[in-house]
């Protein structure tokens, strides 16, 4: 199989080259339409993804933020931004969601509206995940075009596709996302429209639209990403322009810690934290909650996180060893032959335009650095940045052909990745397609208990939708026959179930008294 990928590799690289200078003239005459190239990449990365779902279904839920994230979307479906407390809410404990003072999401609300309107257009949340991924590879190249020529925004939006679309985590999970991506274009691709053309409102505003929809989404880096504004500007006309839009979500913000922890105040996201020790803040501890001393189930899914994230909870990382650490995050938004790209464009830049620019991705790596891990959404802000500063590199180098030949390495690397996803098939490694397949053949109504192993670790099954009463499926903790039998009176007309996910492989089996 080898020998295969590698002809398959040469041969796609060879047509590649003979064809691009083909293809740079076409790309040429269409780049100057910013708005047919912005709906050609977003439907690009649509597409893609929707060719690929014989062989890569609809993404299964698979974890604690999966589903977290989820029930967010399933609450304000109902709109609403809370649920009321099960009266056998011990029942249904999960990672990540809340029980008391009421039964909601850790999370704000910005992902859980994406899902819900991919629900309420599409019939599934996951739409919502594609159609927020496709609108950031269209907005990529509507940033660049206020920094680079129209053909090297095109190139750059294009790599947006190759890299962040069909393939990536983010339009394949319900929680690593690239809403943060999109709100960092409308941010920086304003910014950069007004530092070309002088101050405008209506960019100030689209300022205000993507700091906004980063403020529901990813709270604290929102601070970041403010000051990475002021490192563009600080004209007063641009910040009370992007003041109205960022109020509005302050205000959703508020609404929503009332609704779900009975305080204005009180992150959803820190009730977690004070009630259950996970997830970790700013600092590791090995019991976070001293007023409240964890459960050993507890401790383990503590320590189970850190060790996911490479962290250790008896001691505090250093910020420079934890800088270091983090190094191979920023891989996921570069493809091996851009690092040559990159590197070129922080050793030849001159122009002082570029400082803020390169500013505000080292605002972000150091920013970041306090909170105990990172996933690459959380600086997603900066992706546009990262594409463009890379998009100049590949100029740099395109007066010896090199950056066209990078260009093209990394279109062969998508098409042999993307082949190879075909020929892999779905995967079923967690047993969780199985046994919702087998849950969704069954008649009636559904009770489902699960009993974790004593070594279970972090990964989540409990799961259940803002309704519990009404789901067809309930999801609930095995607590042995005497108490789970208070549940089965509770709910007399569904059918018993227990689920062994610890099991190899894991099996559901019907729940024997």
């Known amino acids: 199989m080898s020998d295969q990928v590698e002809l398959a590799a040469a041969v796609l690289l060879v047509l590649l080259y003979v064809a691009s200078p083909w293809l740079e003239r076409i790309g040429q005459k269409i780049a100057m339409r910013t708005g047919f190239c912005m709906a050609l990449l977003a439907l690009a990365a649509v597409g893609l993804r929707l060719a690929l779902l014989p062989a890569f279904p609809v993404p299964t839920p698979s974890g604690s933020d999966d589903f977290s994230h989820l029930l967010v979307a399933d609450t304000l479906a109902h709109f609403r931004l809370a649920n009321a407390v099960h009266p056998f809410h011990?029942?249904?404990e999960a990672n990540f969601v809340l029980q008391e003072p009421s039964y909601s999401s850790m999370y704000p609300p910005g992902l859980g509206l994406f899902l819900a309107l991919g629900r309420m257009l599409f019939g599934h949340p996951w739409a919502g995940m594609v159609m927020v991924d496709a609108g950031f590879c269209g907005l990529c190249y509507w940033t660049l075009r206020a920094w680079v020529t129209?053909?090297?925004?095109?190139?750059?939006?294009?790599?947006?596709?190759?890299?962040?679309?069909?393939?990536?985590?983010?339009?394949?999970?319900?929680w690593a996302n690239a809403i943060p991506a999109a709100a960092g274009c409308l941010v920086f691709g304003a910014l950069g429209r007004i530092a070309a053309n002088g101050e405008k409102t209506r960019y100030g505003v689209l300022v205000g639209v993507g700091l906004a929809l980063h403020l529901i989404t990813r709270p604290f880096e929102t601070l970041l990403l403010g000051a990475a504004v002021l490192l563009f500007t600080h004209s007063p006309r641009v910040l009370i322009a992007a003041a109205g839009p960022v109020t509005?979500?302050?205000?959703?913000?508020l609404c929503q810690n009332k609704a779900v922890t009975g305080s204005w105040t009180t992150l959803p996201y820190m009730t977690a934290r004070y009630e259950y020790g996970v997830p970790a803040t700013f600092v590791f501890e090995p019991n976070p909650t001293p007023h409240r001393p964890l459960t050993q189930e507890q401790d383990l899914n503590y320590r189970a996180q850190c060790a996911i994230h490479g962290d250790r909870p008896e001691t505090v990382r250093s910020f420079f060893e934890r800088l270091g650490y983090r190094v191979r995050y920023y891989r996921f938004f570069l493809l091996p032959p851009l690092y040559v790209a990159l590197l070129v464009f922080l050793l030849t830049v001159r122009d002082r335009k570029w400082l803020p620019v390169i500013g505000a991705v080292i605002l972000f790596a150091i920013g970041s650095n306090f909170y105990p891990y990172l996933y690459a959404h959380y600086i997603g802000a900066v992706s546009s940045l990262l594409v463009l500063m890379t998009v100049v590199g590949l100029g740099k180098l395109g007066r010896w052909r090199i950056g066209k030949l990078l260009f093209l390495l990394c279109a062969m690397e998508f098409g042999i990745s993307y082949g190879q996803r075909w020929m892999h098939g779905p995967e079923d490694s967690e047993g969780r397609i199985a046994i919702n397949r087998q849950l969704d053949s069954?008649?009636?109504?559904?009770?489902?208990?699960?009993?974790?192993a004593p070594n279970h670790g972090f990964h989540e099954w409990i799961h259940n939708a803002a309704d519990i009463d009404g789901s067809r499926v309930v999801w609930a903790l095995d607590f042995g026959d005497e108490e789970n039998r208070k549940l089965m009176a509770y709910y007399p007309d569904r059918r018993v179930w227990l689920v062994e996910p610890d099991a190899q492989p894991p099996r559901i089996t019907g729940y024997s008294r």
């Open 90 to 92: 011990r029942f249904f």
């Open 248 to 253: 509005a979500a302050a205000l959703l913000l």
């Open 150 to 174: 129209p053909g090297w925004a095109l190139a750059g939006g294009l790599l947006a596709v190759i890299e962040f679309g069909p393939l990536n985590q983010w339009m394949n999970t319900y």
């Open 442 to 452: 069954a008649q009636g109504k559904q009770l489902v208990f699960v009993r974790y």
